[in-house]
């Protein structure tokens, strides 16, 4: 990746994060950029139509360029037509946040979500971010379909994480998380309480056509409120919604990388 782009791209990054903007000096200084190399790739991501400047001399803003052309690859590749109905049954069903991730070569990204009786597929700044696969539901429904070696792999490559990030029961070591994996295997599909996050519980399935995971759909919730009572009355339905999500999605090819769309 040439320093240009490699500077473009963190730009792009870092404004992301920050609704309010950041002004040049705050952008060549926190990612260590010299300012007058700042400010011609700024410009450049303005004619781009990339960055927005408030005012002149004013904070740099990201535009909405950015979420416009991943909704557009979204809905070219058939996700949201397809899942949509399928989330929102499921999330009038649980009364709970209902998130559809799809596999990306090593990664897994939320995508798409539906929030309990809310209608209307919701998209917010979570989507698009990388599963962590060590301790969130998501993560653990698609490690459960893939050996203990390849899981290990992937896990590895991303990290575990710092323990203070996540809930008091998120696994540290290699054990801990191959415990939680083949349990997940027994039962067919993945079940955390106060793992991703203290006092929340989750739960995921796999979708799955031929033999390969494409993607997972996860429920998550406060535990007070989502029990893993709840979550076992809740898998039918999970394991209905994957079923149906595998068949009548394909395996279509963007630089040889999965992704769901319509058959």
Known sequence: MTLSLNRGLALIEQLCGQP????????????DIPRSACH??????????????KQSQGNYLITVKIASIGLEFLSSKG?????????????????ELVRLSIVDDDRLVWVAKSQGTRMGLRYDPDMGMDARLSCTASGHAWLL????????????????????????????KVLSLLDML???R???????????APGMTAMAAPV?????????VSIAGPRQRLTLKRMQQLA???????????PISRISTLSGKPQLGRS
Request: charged residues 25%; without cysteine; glycine residues 10%.
């Open 40 to 53: 011609r790739l700024l410009l450049e991501l303005q004619k781009r139509g990339y960055v927005r400047q």
């Open 236 to 246: 039918p339905a999970v394991l209905a919604a994957t079923a149906e999500l595998g």
């Open 208 to 216: 799955v056509r031929g033999q390969e995971t494409i993607g997972v």
């Open 145 to 172: 379909t893939l050996s203990d070696e390849r899981a290990l792999e992937l896990v590895s490559k991303q990290g575990f994480g710092q323990p203070k990030e996540y809930g008091p029961n998120a696994p540290t």
């Open 20 to 31: 309010e903007g950041m002004s040049l000096t705050a952008l060549a200084d926190e990612l």
């Open 182 to 184: 083949q349990t997940a």
């Open 186 to 196: 027994k039962r067919g599909f993945a079940m955390i309480d106060e793992v991703f």
């Open 79 to 95: 996700i949201v037509d397809i899942a949509e109905p399928i989330l929102e049954r499921l999330a009038k069903e649980s009364g």
